[in-house]
């Protein structure tokens, strides 16, 4: 399976979605998401499920059951948008509290052994200072995830995605 995190309205999502394939999973802001509230029960109370039981509570392990990980997100200052920021939040579920080290550096242990690539696509009017920070920032999450490839794009314009999510 691989799984979408975007902030796209829908006439956007609508024209990149046969892109996409059947085994993808789409995780949209559907207005009612509540944020992490930084209570680690995802990690002690009910290991590898957030505390807060709404659509976003199993982020963890869809992402435990996925291939690949694709990110589409107006660029902010160099990272997320608010909304897909707020989706990774609530998936820190999908690694341990434990440590190892990883790079010559301490990172979370994985909880799940499913590999997972990343991809991602900023959009927007982007700086090179706010491009290379974003570069950095996917870099490290994907070091932190445990990914095995990671891509990540720039594009102005969202039409430039049309035809690149096969």
């Not at 990149?16 to 992490?36: E, Q, V, Y």
């Not at 509290?97 to 959009?123: A, T």
Request: with cysteine; proline share 4%; net charge neutral.
């Amino acid at each position: 399976m691989r799984l979408l995190i975007h902030d796209l309205a829908q006439e956007e999502l609508d024209k990149i979605r046969p892109g996409l394939g059947g085994d993808t999973k789409i995780i949209a802001n559907n207005g009612r998401i509540r944020h992490c509230i930084g209570c680690f029960g995802c990690w002690v109370k009910t290991p590898g499920a957030c505390v807060i039981r709404d659509e976003y509570g199993d982020m963890g392990a869809d992402l435990g059951h996925s291939s690949e990980l694709i990110i589409i997100s107006q660029c902010f200052y160099g990272g997320y948008s608010p909304f897909v920021k707020n989706v990774l939040d609530r998936s820190i579920s999908y690694i341990h509290p434990y440590f190892v080290i990883r790079n010559g550096e301490m990172h979370h242990r994985p909880r799940y052994e499913q590999p997972l690539d990343l991809s991602v696509w900023f959009y927007g009017e982007i700086t090179e200072k706010e491009q290379r920070t974003a570069e950095k920032l996917v870099r490290a999450n994907a070091v932190n995830l445990n990914c095995q490839r990671v891509k990540v794009f720039f594009i102005r314009e969202l039409a430039e995605l049309e035809g690149q999510l096969c």
